[in-house]
């Protein structure tokens, strides 16, 4: 039986490439680079299947481009929001993403930010590095309390239940959160969270307020100047979804101002470029897009793409199909 042809477009873990080959007629990205816009689209042009990633801008451009071959954009992550889902629609291309596999390690990454923000553990450890450290001391580097305060979750999907059950059962925090539909009552008891109306109800009583929310154009600047001006003065704003969700020139303006206390930053908009100015805020954590690096999970993300493909040729409907 002729392998179905498919376009990687990233190194994945050695393992899953591995499972990978065994069914298809795969395509590696040896170098690792992002791949071009022209280059996206001669994958289009001549693969069954693409398997893009967050680097990857599939947009309009990509897909009409005469008759695409590509009948699958198996997604290796849970947001697509670089995928064009309309215009993939539109040429009967199906989309599938990864969810699930990576919710536990993006909920510990977000707890890892909330406690390096407020327990100034960059700034801590510049300070070693640099060989700045003088000693201990009873003012130095003082921070925030985690444990017991209040937690306020804007989107309670897989990822935001984790950080949830994290926060409340183990640092005791009071957890709000806001979700655009309503919340089933056994997740909210599960979780220990509390549900708000608005996200403008839950931004003046959070200590630290974690997004959650999907990226794309819905939500772009979800979180603005006015949004930023109804947190605490004491608060931390934590993101591990997308870059686009914050207005980072307004979060700069907040950190350099004090307005808030800090942020703990793992995604960004166009990264890996980041803004010089976010860069110069001491009081911003910033980490490379870390979420789901973990191997068990990077794994195990791999062997979700392949069984989305394998259902997808082989007639089954794709477990993890979002278009
Ligand atoms: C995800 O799975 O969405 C990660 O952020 C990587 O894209």
Not at 92 to 102: C, E, S
Not at 243 to 258: I, P
Request: aromatic content about 6%; glycine content about 8%.
């Amino acid at each position: 039986m002729i392998k179905p042809k498919v376009v990687v477009t990233r190194r994945w873990p050695e393992a899953v490439e591995a499972a990978l080959v065994e069914d298809f007629d795969v395509t590696f990205n040896q170098q690792d680079r992002a791949l071009t816009s022209d280059e996206l689209k001669d994958a289009v042009r001549s693969a069954d299947a693409v398997l893009p990633t967050v680097t990857d801008r599939i947009d309009a451009r990509v897909l009409d481009n005469g008759k695409p071959r590509t009948r699958i954009l198996a997604n290796y992550g849970v947001g697509y929001s670089h995928i064009d889902i309309d215009s993939a629609k539109s040429h009967g291309i199906a989309v599938t993403n990864t969810p699930d596999v990576l919710s536990e390690c993006t909920a510990d990454l977000t707890l890892t930010l909330m406690l390096m923000a407020a327990r100034r553990a960059s700034e801590g450890e510049r300070e070693v590095r640099n060989g700045d450290w003088s000693g201990w001391r009873p003012t130095h580097l003082l921070g925030s309390k985690v444990s017991n305060k209040t937690l306020g979750i804007i989107g309670f999907g897989r990822i935001g239940q984790e950080v949830a059950k994290r926060a409340h059962h183990g640092f005791g925090m009071r957890v709000l959160v806001y979700n655009r539909s309503p919340i089933a009552a056994d997740v909210l008891a599960r979780t220990g969270a509390e549900p708000v109306a608005s996200i403008d109800e839950l931004l003046p009583q959070a200590d630290f307020v974690s997004l959650h929310c999907p990226g794309g154009a819905a939500n772009k600047h979800l979180i603005n100047c006015r949004r930023l001006d109804l947190m605490k003065q004491s608060a931390f704003l934590i993101n591990t979804a997308r870059g686009e969700v914050v207005d980072e020139r307004a979060l700069v303006h907040a950190l350099t101002f004090e307005t808030i206390a800090g942020a703990g930053l793992d995604v960004f908009n166009g990264e890996p470029d980041i803004l010089p100015e976010l860069r110069g805020c001491e009081n911003a954590v910033l980490l490379p897009h870390l979420g789901s690096a973990t191997r068990e999970t990077r794994e195990a993300m791999g062997y979700r793409v392949v069984q989305n493909l394998k259902d997808f040729f082989e007639g089954r409907p794709p477990r993890d199909l979002v278009a």
